[in-house]
């Protein structure tokens, strides 16, 4: 059964069918989510607020696009509001520890090769912790795009509609993040 | 095809299979590429989270709430259900008491002018005019408001017109009431006079209405007497 379809008979009252709902896109936004805010907890509160959001307004959704599109948007917003709050609330987040005032730089503390025990396991863990402070430390304007399209994997149109920008905006984007973790991760690349 | 255009379909995400003739002749854009798949490669190496086993149960919950909520604020109007919340932010609550103090200050301020105005003349003295000497400053009648001003200001400029008369009677009609005259009458301050007239009961029903006479005392020409 398609989005839409699980969408109807939830507004016809079928539970069961929001639940299937939420079990397609709990992990994907949950993921998402946290690679924005770089919080699990609040990733994973945020992801709640995200569908409660679309079940107390499911008589509103118009399928003009993707469900898809539509849930990854409203979890977006959340997020930027997270990050704003943030923001006003002066909490730095761990990542902006390593960058510079313009976030732009980052001096990513990669471990030194020859102190690095032999355990492949330790060595792909520190790779995965450098990479996840490099993209948390991109601008969050940058930082969307990049993890919607090579985290998410979604399509440029796709980006676009979520994002409410043109496809050249996001191209552009996505390539100015991935630029700016080549430079923060050229010691492992 | 040129370097740009290369990287424009390597970007892209186009395979280096179409792209390998460029490739095989140009480092520059062979290094672009394999750094862009390394870097690709490591993003996708990157773990995805994935939401606690209790994640269902505490959307139920919260949607519950939600729906409580919604039902609560159909209830109670937006500004209610905020401060019952207490979800109101400082500066709108900061806003919420300057509106709240301005309103009470310029209230007060009406309630003030309207209970001291005094155009000419004190209030009481323009209800002695309308003929109520004795009659306090409040009552139960219609608003101050429906009188309209011109009535008011003829009024005024009546009782400034008798104040010397009143000031006069005061001095000179009570010694000229006749005791003996006035066993069978009634002592009455004629307010639109400004002055005391003496008659019977008798005289004044008669003469009550409609006489213009200007006696002082006795039971002719009383005068118009309004209601007292």
């Known amino acids: 059964m398609d989005d839409h379809s699980l969408l109807a008979a939830t507004r016809e009252g079928d539970e069961a069918a929001f639940q299937e709902i939420v079990r397609r896109y709990r992990n994907q936004i949950t993921n998402y989510v946290y690679r924005m805010i770089d919080d699990y907890d609040r990733a994973v509160d945020i992801a709640q607020e995200t569908f409660v959001r679309v079940y107390m307004n499911m ?59 032999a355990d492949e396991a330790i ?44 496809t050249g905006t996001v191209k552009s984007r996505i390539n100015r993040a991935r630029n700016l973790l080549k430079e923060k991760l050229r010691d492992i690349l | 095809m040129n370097c740009q255009k290369t990287r424009e379909a390597i970007d892209a995400g186009i395979g280096k299979s179409v792209l390998a003739g460029h490739l095989a002749n140009c480092s520059d854009c062979e290094s672009y590429s394999n750094e862009l798949s390394s870097l690709l490669s490591l993003l996708r190496e990157q773990p995805r989270v994935e939401v606690p086993t209790d994640f269902e149960f505490r959307l139920k919950a919260r949607i519950a709430r939600a729906q409580a909520g919604e039902v609560e604020s159909a209830v109670m109007p937006g500004w ?42 004190s209030p009481v003295a323009v209800s002695n005019v309308s003929g109520r000497a004795e009659s306090p400053v409040v009552s139960d009648e219609a608003p101050r408001q429906t009188v309209p001003t011109s009535e008011r200001l003829a009024s005024v400029r009546q009782l400034r017109q008798i104040e010397p008369q009143v000031a006069a009677v005061e001095e000179t009609s009570a010694p000229s009431i006749d005791p003996a005259a006035t066993a069978n009458s009634m002592n009455i301050f004629n307010g639109d006079q400004g002055r005391m007239i003496t008659t019977s009961s008798q005289m004044m029903l008669i003469g009550a209405e409609g006489s213009n006479g200007t006696g002082v005392s006795g039971s002719r020409n009383i005068g118009y007497v309004p209601s007292i």
């Open chain 1, 59 to 117: 008589e509103r959704y118009q399928a003009t696009y993707s469900f898809s599109t539509y849930i990854y948007r409203i979890a977006h917003n959340l997020a930027i509001t997270e990050l704003r709050q943030r923001k006003r609330r002066r909490l730095i987040p761990l990542p902006t520890f390593f960058s510079d005032k313009d976030s732009e730089e980052v001096e990513v503390d990669l471990p030194d090769q020859g102190q690095v025990l």
């Open chain 1, 123 to 166: 060595i792909a863990d520190e790779r995965r912790q450098a990479v996840t402070t490099a993209i948390a430390s991109l601008p969050e304007k940058y930082r969307a795009a990049l993890v919607l399209c090579d985290l998410e994997e979604k399509s440029y149109e796709e980006i676009s509609e979520v994002l409410g920008l043109p």
């Open chain 2, 80 to 121: 209610v259900s905020k401060l019952w919340t207490g979800s109101f932010s400082w500066v709108q609550a900061t806003a919420a008491t300057a509106a709240v103090a301005l309103v009470v200050s310029v209230s007060t301020y009406q309630i003030y002018q309207n209970n001291h105005e005094v155009p000419t003349g």
